[in-house]
Nanobody, 122 residues
């Protein structure tokens, strides 16, 4: 089955860390850039970060630079998004996708996961 499955969300206090996982199956993962988007309540979905297919180069949205890290392990068909120093404004549902966002991709595929909720509150 062609799919992306996110996990790792949760409820944390400001300043905490989380690691989100995006597990891919059913397609040749290494040819696709992977991006993370998020959607906060009442707001439009926005791009957070992406990682290219060819060289693993990364791009981040300004508000998460220096706090979030994206990485990929083609041998595991998995992309991680490590979220450090979380802030209440990071509260959102986080989605991984084969939409390349700002990154280079060898092949195109329109695929989204179901999302994982991150809540940051004191």
């Amino acid at each position: 089955q062609v799919q992306l499955v996110e996990s790792g969300g949760g409820s944390v206090q400001p300043g905490a860390s989380l690691r989100l996982s995006c597990a891919a199956s059913g397609f040749t993962f290494r040819y696709y850039a992977i991006a993370w988007f998020r959607q906060a309540p009442g707001r439009e979905r926005e791009g957070v970060s992406c990682i290219s297919s060819s060289d693993g180069s990364t791009v981040y949205e300004d508000s998460v630079k220096g706090r979030f890290t994206i990485s990929r392990y083609n041998s595991k068909n998995t992309v991680y998004l490590t979220l450090n120093d979380l802030k209440p404004e990071d509260t959102a549902v986080y989605y991984c996708t084969t939409d390349p966002l700002w990154c280079q991709t060898d092949r195109d595929l329109d695929l989204w996961g179901q999302g994982t909720l991150v809540t940051v509150s004191s």
